[in-house]
């Protein structure tokens, strides 16, 4: 028995030397085989080789060089490499085409004085690009091992990002975040002066449709929470659409807690009567 394992384990060793060995070869469909073959071998050790084809270097451009870089991304979420956060999220802004952006572009081709903000089809026209299958796995690997601290950063992306198909891709990874989990990152973000003021207010505007979609999620949110988002309101910085949605989101974790200390009452009440009611 110990010899066998022995045996897979120096088999293990040999094929890891061997993927890490094509990774850093110069044939990009080689390199792009061997690093989803690392993902797929749940090899740890590679974790720093992939990092290095993620990052790309001299002389690596082009859209087979970005098909590596994707499928680092994605082997990178598959062994679960919270160590490789920063750079996915660097992968994410690499690239990242502004909606006024795309705008420009098609005014540019038609001559005309359409508007800024372009019409949901036009976005097409702009994701053509084989940097946004980076983006997407670089996305799909924040969910893969959790990384919450990346959501409000979707979420600005969602709304600012001309590439439909990466925009797609993000709701879908916010999407497969517990609601709760991701309200209680939404206040540590609408609390963070280190945070931009564009990315707070993303960051409130989404959490107060999340606590108004499901009262779960607003019970699951503290005292200590709105009186957190409260605070932040009251800084002479911000707007009006961010000390709004911070007063909604008050609003809906105070009812909810009040609904919740009602429901409670009524069933002591409800549950005493029965108690005496049998008693007699």
């Known amino acids: 028995m110990a010899a066998s394992a022995a045996r897979g384990d120096t088999v293990r060793m040999q094929k890891l030397l061997e993927l890490l060995e094509a990774l ?43 098909a590596v870089r994707r499928e680092a991304a994605g082997a990178l979420g598959k062994l679960g490499a919270a160590e490789a956060a920063p750079q996915l999220l660097e992968a994410l802004r690499c690239g990242a085409t502004p909606i006024r952006m795309c705008a420009r572009r098609r005014r540019g081709r038609s001559g005309s004085s359409a508007p800024r903000r372009p019409r949901p089809g036009s976005w097409r026209r702009c994701r053509a690009t084989p940097i946004s299958d980076v983006r997407r796995e670089a996305a799909n690997a924040f969910w893969k091992f959790g990384a919450l601290e990346v959501a409000p950063g979707l979420l600005r992306m ?50 107060a449709r999340l ?70």
Do not use: Y
């Not at 690392?38 to 001299?58: F, K, N, T, Y």
């Not at 709760?180 to 707070?200: E, H, S, Y």
């Open 24 to 66: 850093r070869g110069v044939d990009s469909a080689v390199r792009r085989e061997a690093a989803t073959a690392l993902g797929e071998l749940g090899a740890a050790e590679a974790v720093p080789h992939l990092l290095e084809a993620l990052r790309g270097g001299a002389g690596r451009h082009g859209r087979q060089e970005a």
């Open 158 to 207: 969602l709304e600012e990002d001309g590439d439909s198909e990466f925009r797609r891709t993000a709701a879908k990874v916010l999407d497969r975040f517990d609601p709760k989990d991701l309200a209680l990152q939404l206040v540590r973000t609408v609390r963070n002066r280190d945070m931009g003021i564009p990315w707070r207010e993303t960051a409130a505007s989404e959490l």
């Open 211 to 280: 606590v108004t979609k499901d009262a779960a999620v607003a019970l699951a949110l503290a005292d200590e929470h709105a009186d957190a988002l409260h605070d932040a309101a009251q800084e002479e910085e911000v707007g009006k659409v961010f000390r709004d949605s911070c007063a909604k989101a008050v609003g809906k974790i105070d009812a909810a807690h009040a609904q919740a200390a009602d429901d409670a009452a009524r069933h002591g009440t409800a549950t005493q009567h029965r108690a005496s009611t049998s008693g007699s």
